[in-house]
């Protein structure tokens, strides 16, 4: 019996090893960092055709160390065959943000680059450190990214959140599918 998987898409883990040579494949990511205290950044305000930047997130509250950051970008998948319209993290804001002491990053984002941006720097063959630039500072502070969730909507005013993260746990990859739940208390 065959099961073929997306490892990238719908709500998954982003593990290190998908861009740093000695990074964690996705079932080596330790699972404390799946669980624990959860704050919602609402960012939904920020326009979808351009990136967050520092001085965006310097607005938002303070994040005490050890939270799972939970980004609520409102995102909604194009009707058609259109490029994903959302806001995304520039290399900067993703830099300053990895400096917090966060136990995991989760976005209902379906990444937290620039699908369009990407794929431009893919077709002029562009170094790895400049297509995947939002990734590095967070793989290098060995934060994992979780994106593609959904229904962070419902915790929009909660002040007492718990993630808990369930990745799939297939060996020797950059990713995996990932059922996720908040406990809200």
Known sequence: MTFTLLSHGGAHLDAPGRLLRDG???????????????????IRWH?????????????????????????????????????????????????WLAQKPLRALATDMPSIGSFQQTWSLLERDRQPEEVWAERIPFFRAGIPIIEG?????????????????FPLAISDRTGAPMRAVALVY
């Not at 699972?31 to 609402?42: E, K, Q, S, T, V």
């Not at 509250?61 to 959302?86: C, H, K, M, N, R």
């Not at 969730?149 to 909660?158: A, C, K, S, V, W």
Request: negative net charge; proline residues 11%.
């Open 24 to 42: 964690l494949a996705a079932d080596q990511v330790p699972l404390d960092r799946f669980y624990g205290p959860a704050r919602i950044w609402d």
């Open 149 to 165: 969730l959904t229904n962070l909507d419902q915790l929009e005013h909660e002040e007492h959140i718990t993630f808990a993260g």
């Open 47 to 95: 326009d979808r055709n351009t990136p967050l930047e520092i001085n965006d997130l310097e607005q938002m509250p303070e994040i005490q160390p050890g939270t799972v950051l939970l980004l609520f970008s409102g995102y909604a998948p194009p009707a058609d065959d259109d490029w994903p319209t959302y806001t995304w993290l520039s290399p900067q804001a993703a830099t």
